[in-house]
T-cell receptor, first 116, second 115 residues
């Protein structure tokens, strides 16, 4: 069965610190995609990134970077020089296994608080 | 940009009422989803639909039903609201191209309180 584990329930950092959010997954699929979402206090989930299992290169987008390691089944998210606007709950997600599946399995989320 | 619109941000209803939560998307997405989000439990899928008039149960369908009469609209119905259905409800949509490869795009959520 698909499983996504975000072991860090809550993290607090001081502004400008770097922070890494961990995501570990289990899947029986040989090819798959992984996703990260951000949920600010206002409530909407915002799609951040999609990566496929063929591509283990790190992805960088501004202050955000993602490290995908298939050997350890991890897809970690790093925010460099954190800002107060980064305060949110972050979710990692993995598609259900099997043909015709469009559902996502979400981790329980990591709440990040960036303190000014 | 994809726009998923939920009819209400906040809603207060009474026990036993029939409650309708509406969701509309403007990107011609085939798939639509309803989740509820509770502290400590994360997002749990209630129902999803992959085409007009088609629906599939998610992980927690009990006490809920759905309706999809038009491609852009997906309604969640609480047949007889109970206090344990007080929650944040999130609607999402996605393309069906490629199994599970497309991101889901979410609405702003509806905070529903059942008194």
């Amino acid at each position: 069965a698909q499983k996504v584990t975000q072991a860090q329930t809550e993290i607090s950092v001081v502004e400008k610190e770097d922070v890494t959010l961990d995501c570990v997954y289990e899947t029986r699929d040989t090819t798959y995609y992984l996703f990260w979402y951000k949920q600010p206090p206002s409530g909407e989930l915002v799609f951040l990134i999609r990566r496929n299992s063929f591509d283990e290169q790190n992805e960088i987008s501004g202050r955000y970077s993602w490290n995908f390691q298939k050997s350890t089944s991890s897809f970690n998210f790093t925010i460099t020089a954190s800002q107060v606007v980064d305060s949110a709950v972050y979710f990692c997600a993995l598609p259900y296994s099997g043909a015709g599946s469009y559902q996502l399995t979400f981790g329980k989320g990591t709440k990040l608080s960036v303190i000014p | 940009d994809v726009k998923v619109t939920q009819s209400s941000r906040y809603l207060v209803k009474r026990t036993g009422e029939k409650v309708f939560l509406e969701c509309v998307q403007d990107m011609d997405h085939e798939n639509m989803f309803w989740y509820r989000q509770d502290p400590g439990l994360g997002l749990r899928l209630i129902y999803f639909s992959y085409d007009v008039k088609m629906k599939e149960k998610g992980d927690i369908p009990e006490g809920y039903s759905v309706s999809r009469e038009k491609k852009e609209r997906f309604s969640l119905i609480l047949e007889s609201a109970s206090t344990n259905q007080t929650s944040m409800y999130l609607c999402a949509s996605s393309l069906s191209t490629g199994r599970g490869n497309q991101p889901q795009h979410f609405g702003d959520g509806t905070r529903l309180s059942i008194l």
